[in-house]
């Protein structure tokens, strides 16, 4: 191998840079909940300038940057897609992990999801002067009470249970 001048380890230097600074804008995984498709097409473009420089001089930047640039936007396209999905794979296994986090009540055997029967009977009762707790459709302890109290005070069957004739008859007592 026979010495290099100066001149040519320069151009060594320079080529090297180079294709390290292409490389890592091509490649470099920037930010993916983040990325842009038209910024991975600037760094793209901006990469294979460089090294369609490199390779064929001036007639080589104008092909790199068309080149570099596609694969660029092609690239944070796809960056972009896989980091919706792993959004959603993640969202999705939380919902799994956690599948009555924003329920009123805790789950069990005897859940039943909020009604409008049972709604407009709490209405009902706040109405007559009873306490069924919130209004919030779900049958609960205090809800319970509130019937089994009306009912008592009404000479009715007393079951705690709502139903439609419960409510007729609450409607015609001014509920």
């Known amino acids: 191998m026979k010495p290099r001048t100066v001149a040519q380890q320069r ?3 320079a080529m090297t840079a180079s294709v390290l600074l292409a490389f890592c ?5 920037s930010n993916p909940v983040q990325s842009d498709p038209l910024q991975r097409g600037v760094q793209g473009a901006i990469g294979g300038a460089i090294i369609g420089g490199i390779a064929k001089g001036r007639k080589g930047v104008l092909p790199g940057v068309a080149i570099g640039g596609a694969i660029g936007v092609i ?3 796809i960056e972009q897609e896989h980091a919706r999905k792993r959004r959603y794979r993640r969202a999705r296994r939380a919902r799994q992990r956690r599948p009555y986090r ?17 709604a407009d009977i709490q209405q009902s009762l706040i109405t007559l002067g009873y306490d069924p707790g919130p209004i919030d459709g779900v049958m609960g302890p205090r809800t ?12 009715l069957l007393i079951t705690g249970q709502p139903s439609q004739p419960l409510l ?3 409607r015609q007592q001014g509920g």
Not at 25 to 29: A, G, K, M, Y
């Open 11 to 13: 151009l060594l230097l």
């Open 25 to 29: 804008l091509l490649f470099w995984p």
């Open 75 to 77: 690239g944070g396209a």
């Open 102 to 118: 924003n329920a009123r009540v805790a789950p069990h055997e005897n859940y039943a999801p909020p009604s409008d029967l049972v």
């Open 144 to 155: 319970v009470a509130a019937i089994k109290e009306y009912q008592n005070n009404y000479g």
């Open 168 to 170: 007729d008859h609450m």
